[in-house]
């Protein structure tokens, strides 16, 4: 954290050769992430490693079926810039000294999401910077992490709308990144057609996730280095919304906290036997979240399978909170030192792209995180 030096007070004499610590002052950052469901905002006053929300909001957009097609269209493209443009806005009114503006799968793969990203800077000042998914496994980390070296092997999962971005970690070592082309949004897309699912739905989402995940991810050694991690832990509206959806009659130690192959199974089983709209209002979540919930829990189940754990860790700080504990730290140039502060140590600028990173790397697990929905 940056720190404001202060004068030592009259009354104070401190010892020759010694300094008494400042107390950090308080900064307010923001970051907006325009995802394939959902663009996201977060502003938070950031202290002595404390990340306290001032704003966690969301609009719908879609971007990912849009991109689905190719290109977002005019409608759309318009849509999104106005509602970063609205996002700017309302972080400055609470006072956000610095602002990210970043872009996810879709705008890597819409034709027309350079439009997007002139007109925003046109209008806003502000950069729109369109991540690479290793950028994005990093910065995820980097928020989930809190900035503590990690002490096990841990792999962090983010199960996004069209992409899923898996870092794996651990003490000494690289984080390494892999992503999956397909996140809950697009496999819904490509298999889903009833509401709710019809089982032969459910059993096709499942069998895709598999080959999805096996074709992506090494085989999971059983023993030794490179076994199951000692640690699995899943972040994003997939990772958060199966965790509220345990129905009547089932109750669970840290409900809501921790995920289990039992859990998604009953999670599933609730999305499968009401229309969306019926599972949103009960559970308090958006009918558009609540249809590509199926996905999923398929793409978690698979990776549980993949790794043969029993189960993962819910984290709500994800890749927004990477983002304002890096635009804190790193100001603009964030994007070029996004290794060093993933690493803790000091490598070269690499121009947004993203290098093998030795030494020990943040752990899981950080103060200030919050729960969101939705």
Do not use: K
Not at 124 to 132: C, F, R, T
Not at 204 to 218: F, G, M, P, S, Y
Not at 294 to 305: K, M, R, S, V
């Amino acid at each position: 954290m940056t720190s404001a030096g202060r004068e030592t007070p009259p009354s104070y004499h401190a010892p020759a050769g010694r300094v008494r610590a400042a107390a950090p002052r308080p900064v307010v950052v923001a970051a907006a992430d325009a995802g394939s469901n959902s663009v996201h905002l977060l502003v938070a006053r950031l202290a002595a490693e404390r990340v306290s929300v001032l704003a966690d909001e969301s609009v719908f957009l879609g971007l990912g079926e849009a991109a689905e097609r190719g290109w977002f269209g005019r409608e759309l493209r318009t849509a999104l810039v106005e509602t970063l443009i609205g996002q700017v806005e309302r972080a400055r009114a609470l006072g956000a000294g610095a602002i990210a503006l970043v872009g996810t799968e879709p705008l890597r793969r819409a034709a027309d999401a350079a439009r997007v990203v002139v007109e925003v800077e046109r209008s806003s000042g502000l950069p729109l910077a369109v991540l690479s998914q290793a950028e994005e496994g990093l910065l995820t980390l980097l928020g989930v992490s809190g900035g503590r070296p990690v002490l096990v092997e841990t792999h962090v999962v983010d199960i996004g709308g069209g992409s899923c971005q898996i870092v794996e970690a651990g003490p000494g070592v690289a984080p390494t990144c892999v992503g999956l082309a397909v996140g809950s949004a697009r496999l819904t897309a490509a298999v889903v057609r009833h509401d709710p699912p019809t089982r032969r739905e459910w059993g096709l989402l499942q069998e895709r996730a598999r080959q999805l995940v096996a074709t992506a991810l090494r085989p999971a050694r059983r023993d030794g280095p490179g076994a199951a991690p000692a640690r699995l832990v899943v972040v994003g509206g997939t990772a958060t919304n199966l965790g509220r959806l345990v129905p009547d009659g089932i109750t669970a130690e840290d409900a809501g906290r921790t995920l289990t192959p039992a859990l998604v199974d009953a999670a599933v089983r609730v999305l499968l036997g009401a229309p969306a709209e019926v599972v949103a209002e009960r559970f308090a979540l958006r009918p558009a979240r609540a249809r590509v919930l199926p996905a999923g829990a398929a793409i978690l189940l698979a990776l549980f399978d993949h790794y043969g754990v029993s189960g993962a860790e819910i984290s709500a700080a994800s890749l927004r909170e990477g983002l304002v504990t890096a635009l804190e730290r790193a100001g603009r140039g964030w994007r070029d030192r996004l290794p060093e502060l993933v690493s803790g140590g000091v490598v070269p600028s690499v121009g947004g792209v993203v290098p093998s990173v030795g030494g020990v790397v943040p752990s899981v697990g950080g103060e200030g995180a919050v729960r969101r929905s939705g």
